[in-house]
Every structure is written in C-alpha cells, then in structure tokens.
C-alpha cells in the first residue's frame, strides 16, 4: 500500500467559501513582503461547486476586502430595487406596508455567491495563494495537544473499506496556523469544539434547512434587483421559516423556502413545503411558461451571538458560516463571512510576526471580533431566534420586546436558551393525525413542470459521487432505526432534501429497513443535525464529490 504523503504550509484554510477566500486575499495582502506560504484546500471539484446562498449581499465587506475594486465591477447581478415583505394564506397574501426592522436592503445587491466566489478565488491565486480543489479534508492532525493540519480523505476504496487497484493514499498537510472556514456544521469543526470543549457555556447551535430553485421565465414577469420575503403558507403558525424571491435578471429568478430544523413534526419534509409554496397563486403565476436550471439545498447557523463557540485555540482559528456568523432576522451572514476572514488573516500575520500561534495569542481574534461590525450586527439581536421556539405569535412579541430593550427581551438573564434542533420531536403517535403529510397529502404530486420529487430535483443540483466509495452518511446502530421507524416514521424520509434516506418495507413480512443513497447527496449536513437519536453522522466523500452547482 501507497504511503500516506506530507506537505507543508505556513498558512493552511479549509473552505473556499467567502470567509476562507477572504482570509486568504487578505492575509495575502498583509503578508506580501514576506515569504509566507499560503494553501487553500476545496472539497468541491472546483471553486463554487459547493456554494449556495439566496443572496443578497450587503457589499460593505468586499469594499473593506478590496479598497481597490470599484463596487461596480465586481460581480453582482443588479442593485436592490424594489422590495416587499408578504404573509402568505393558502390563496391569498398581505403586503406589508412598512419596511420591517432588519429587512432594509437599500445598498445592497442580489447575487450569486458561487459567481463570486470563483471571482474571488481568481484574485487570491494572482496574490499566490495556492488554491487545490478536489481535497476533502477527513480529520484534524494534532502534535502534543495542539493542532497540526489535516489529513486528506484518500480515494480508490471500495465499500468494504480496502484499497482498490487505483487507491490513492490521504495527504498530510502540515501548517503553522489552521484555519476552518469549511461552511455550515464543518465536519473538522464539529470534531475541534468537542476536542476542546469550545461551546462551553454557549447555546447549542441551530440551523435552518434552505431549499433553492433558479428558474428561466418569459421576461415582464420580474425586474433585475426584485427582492420579496413571505411567511406563513406553507408553514404553520409553530414554525420558524419563510420564502424568498429574488430577480437575478429579466429572464432568471432565483426562490427558494428556508425552514427552522426545531420544527417538532416527524412527518415534515421542506423539501416538499416548498413544491406546495410554488403552487400558490402568486408564485405559480411567476413561474407559469418557465423552467428549472438549478437546485439546491444547505443548512444556515442561526443561533446567533449565544450559539457562537470560543473560535480559537493553539494553531487554529474559526471563520464564517462553521463559526455561526449569521445576522438573524435578516438571515445574512456573506458580508459576516468576509469579515470573519479579514479578522482570521489580521490574527493569523500578529502571530506569525510574533512566531506565537498559541491560544494565548490568537485571543487577539476575539479581541478584534468585539470591535467589529459583525459583534454590531449579532449582538442586539442576540435574543432573537431564541425567541421563536414556540410559535410565530410569540416570537413577534418577543422581538417587539428585544427592539426597545437592547435585545434583552423578556429574559431576567438577559440570554434566552435554546435547545439542539433534534430535541423538538413529538412523538407520531401524539399528533392524532394533524400532521404536515395528513394536512397536504392532497398536494404531494408533482407534475415535474413546475413542481418536482427529490429525484428528478436532485439531477438540477448536477451531484455525483464515486458509488464504490463507503458510504460517507454513517449510520452505526441499524437498531436504533426501528425504533425511529416505530417512534416517529423515520423523519429522515423528510428532512433530506435528496432522498438519501429510503425505508423499504419487506413484502413477506412488512418489516421496515433503512437503505441508503448517499450517491444523491447535496452536502446540506441536515442528517447530522436532525436525526431524533444522533445516529446519523455526516463526513467527508472523495474530493470533487458532490454537487456540481452553477451560480447558485
């Protein structure tokens, strides 16, 4: 067998995403005079494939990344230039005619995150950063406590774990300072905060599951910069969630359904709210004569400025959507991202000026984050998604409530806690039958023009994976399945955006089992935050794995 290779690096960042882009150009800029060595590895096979936001994008943090670059030619797709919030009843919906707190875009622009992350991975590779895509990074390497790299996920083995005639051996790459900018409920940022404890004192983090289709319709339907946000219908009064619309162009729109994972329904299934979202009336006009480019899914961290761990320790620090740096209610954490990198870079060349990578000394990013403009917009609404774990109503009025406290809200502590989205489970046999499928079962058709299955979806997200491989969704106890299956009708049937999960019912007997489909996944992480009994464990495939998204 091949042995395991070695690679060096001053400067090592896991993610290609917007933080750990940033964290590159701007630790490249710092360190331009001196001869630091800066390596950037990528799980997708190339920069964007993995990458998926609404997006709006405040564009104040490029401007701070790149003083040089005029906002009109970087790689946005049209300014803000209307904009609406709606609630939604069944046939029907209400505008509202005020601008809500947090939902202000004005300055702002609709884009695709994955155009620009390809653009901004052009300009760290003309400042020599070494960008590898292709790599999954499989596990944290440590040297007497402290982190020392990672290993890469080697290639060429077969389902039963042996070395396959082309097995290709893991990498190790070694570096001075880590840095984890790997995306929504990394993987190796999981496995850090358990190691060392780093959420101590914090709330449990929790997540939202957003599902995103861009369409091709006739122009006169949408203008260039139309931004809409909507609750209510499909969602009920106990769920925390709404819908977006945004016009990319005359002819391209980009919508999608983005859900709270604390909802406590088994049968739920976002994936399918969204179908029945774009039969309402308003949505399905919009889209009549159109059709699908793209789809897609991902988790987004929206436990606020509580939920965010301790983001360093020795040789490694935490940047973006892993370290939970989104603006609630806004939902926006791209400009955060950015930031994040900028200060991770700041961090990352005190210390390498110092020779100190220590814990001790990468204090110095908490330091920086406190006077940021990313503790500016957590901090006041710290309280605020905490707020909604019981029903809309009561969110409203905690929110009301946080808006002229400073975000205290109704909490004699001044925090508000929050239980992990896997908790919020009724039991099936509680519910008498008011469930998500008993109330749409009617709905759950899909005529493949404007509604689709997870199947045919799952072929618009251009995913693929090496079918050999093991699987990389692991689920150790197959026990413990019967007894979800029992308890709560196997709610990973729903929560998956791309029927990964199947239960398959023997003829003979009726006995339920559980098969897989990891080939189908879109890397959303939703397994591995929702499962009713923690059996499900998301990891790493081969590198270049996944979905192959075109500026979503």
């Known amino acids: 067998m091949k042995e395991i290779k070695t690679v060096d690096t001053d400067i090592l960042i896991i993610g290609g995403g917007p ?34 936001s609404g997006a709006v994008i405040d564009p104040g943090a490029l401007r701070a990344l790149l003083p040089d670059i005029a906002e009109k030619d970087m790689p946005f797709e049209a300014p803000v230039a209307k904009e609406e919030v709606m609630y939604f009843t069944s ?18 622009y609709v884009a695709s995150l994955g155009k620009i992350t390809r653009w901004l991975a052009d300009i760290a590779e003309k400042k020599g950063v070494q960008i590898f895509p292709g790599f999954s990074a499989a596990e944290i390497l440590y040297d007497n406590g402290r982190v020392a790299g990672v290993r890469t996920a080697a290639s060429g083995i077969d389902k039963h774990g042996e070395p396959m005639p082309n097995y290709q051996p893991p990498t190790d790459v070694l570096a001075r300072l880590t840095i984890l900018a790997e995306g929504t409920r990394g993987s190796l940022t999981k496995t850090l905060v358990r190691q060392f404890n780093l959420d101590k004192g914090r ?23 139309y931004v809409a946000h909507s609750m209510g219908y499909p969602l009920s009064i106990d769920q925390f969630g709404g819908a977006f619309i945004y016009g990319m162009s ?73 370290a939970g740096l989104v603006a609630m209610p806004s939902l926006k954490g791209i400009h955060l991202a950015i930031y994040s990198g900028m200060l991770a870079a700041k961090t990352a060349f005190e210390a390498l000026q110092k020779g100190d990578t220590s814990q001790q000394q990468l204090r110095r990013y908490e330091e920086l984050f406190r006077q940021s403009p990313i503790y500016k917009a957590l901090y006041p609404v710290r309280n605020f998604r905490q707020g909604f774990k019981s029903n809309l109503i009561a969110g409203m009025m905690q929110f009301g409530t946080q808006l002229v406290t400073g975000g205290r809200g109704f909490s004699l502590s001044g925090k508000l806690e929050m239980a ?11 519910l008498n039958g008011t469930t998500f499928q008993s109330k749409f079962n009617g709905q759950l058709v899909f005529d493949k023009k404007t509604t689709f299955d997870k199947e045919t979806n799952v072929f618009y997200s251009g995913t693929k994976h090496d079918e050999e491989q093991p699987s990389h969704i692991q689920v150790p106890n197959l026990a413990i399945c ?71």
């Open 19 to 52: 933080a750990g882009l940033a964290t590159a150009i701007h630790l490249a800029d710092l360190t331009k005079p001196l001869p630091v060595k800066i390596m950037l590895l990528e799980k997708g096979g190339a920069i964007g494939n993995h990458i998926l």
């Open 91 to 108: 046939q029907s919906y209400f505008a509202s005619p005020v601008t809500l707190p947090y939902f202000d875009n004005k300055g702002n």
């Open 203 to 225: 709330n449990p983090q929790i997540y939202s599951l957003g599902v995103k289709e861009v369409w091709e319709i006739p122009e006169g339907r949408i203008e260039p910069g």
């Open 250 to 322: 005359k002819t391209v729109v980009a919508l999608g359904l983005a859900v709270g994972l604390d909802y406590a329904d088994p049968t739920f299934d976002p994936h399918h709210a969204f179908q029945i979202y774009k039969k309402h009336p308003f949505v399905a006009k919009l889209l009549q004569g159109g059709k699908i480019l793209r789809y897609g899914a991902k988790t987004i961290p929206e436990g606020g400025y509580f939920a965010i761990p301790q983001l360093y320790h020795d040789n490694v620090m935490i940047v973006g959507d892993s």
């Open 420 to 430: 992990e989205d896997y908790k919020h489970y009724d039991l099936l046999k509680n």
């Open 482 to 552: 019967q007894e979800c299956i029992d308890k709560y009708n196997a709610p990973c049937q729903g929560f998956c955006p791309a029927n990964v999960f199947e239960i398959v019912t023997e003829l003979k007997t009726g006995a339920k089992s559980l098969v897989l489909h990891p080939s189908n996944c879109v890397h959303c992480k939703t397994c591995d935050i929702k499962d009713p009994f923690h059996n499900v464990t998301w990891t790493t495939p081969y590198g270049g794995d996944g979905p192959e998204y075109v500026n979503m």
